[in-house]
């Protein structure tokens, strides 16, 4: 086995100047501090990332009606118009396919050239770690196993000379109306057959903490 060095110039070719600067929260991840941080440092593409494809839905909800809330209600204009695109495994092939293609085009390297005054927000499951080529100012996601958070934090940054934010959470909440929704995926349903038909077995799913 041969030992290779790595100098500190290879190293800054290897990374081609970028910079991702990681953040641990102990407090939830919830709809409010999303859209909190998306006025207050004017964002323009954000990517969420959730464990499970319910509470990527309950987050979804929640955002969706913060943003309407704040039309309606508040009549607070923003100076960036704001997109929420949700993305899981369950989609029908063809709308998930339909969906990767406006975000590869949306999140895309030198997405500053859009120069559409948008903010495009992300909000998906683990199916965005590997093939999707897509980029982020900022990520916000769930804690999961290291491979995972790493494969996670690719699609911040991900281009020579981009600078992004990771923010890690151990939990994630939703607003009331849509706990149920969100905590779908809280059991894993299996089928067993038996001699008196099928039965349902629950089973805790794994957690990372």
């Not at 839905?57 to 100076?79: A, V």
């Not at 029908?92 to 406006?102: F, T």
């Amino acid at each position: 086995m041969e030992i290779i060095r790595v100098e500190n110039e290879d190293l800054k070719v290897i990374e081609a100047n970028r910079k991702r600067l990681f953040s641990t929260v102990f407090q939830p991840l919830n709809a409010q501090t999303i859209w909190d941080d998306i006025c207050t440092h004017q964002r323009q593409r954000v990517i969420i990332i959730c464990n499970t494809v319910s509470l990527t839905q309950g987050i979804y909800r929640d955002l969706q009606n913060l943003q309407q809330n704040i039309d309606l209600k508040l009549n607070l204009n923003l100076n960036l118009k704001i997109n929420i695109t949700l993305l899981h495994s369950r989609f029908l092939p063809e709308h998930r396919a339909q969906k990767e293609r406006y975000l590869r085009h949306k999140f895309a390297q030198n997405w500053q050239q859009q120069n559409d005054n948008t903010c495009e927000v992300l909000i998906s499951t683990q199916v965005i770690e590997a093939g999707i080529n897509i980029t982020s100012q900022v990520l916000y996601t769930q804690l999961c196993p290291m491979n995972s958070l790493l494969q996670r934090a690719g699609r911040c940054a991900r281009f020579s000379g981009e600078i992004g934010e990771v923010f890690v959470y151990k939990t994630a909440e939703v607003n009331q109306e849509n706990q149920e929704l969100a905590n779908t995926d809280l059991y894993n349903w299996e089928e067993s057959a038996s001699d008196t038909g099928v039965e349902n077995i629950q089973e805790p799913k794994q957690s990372y903490l």
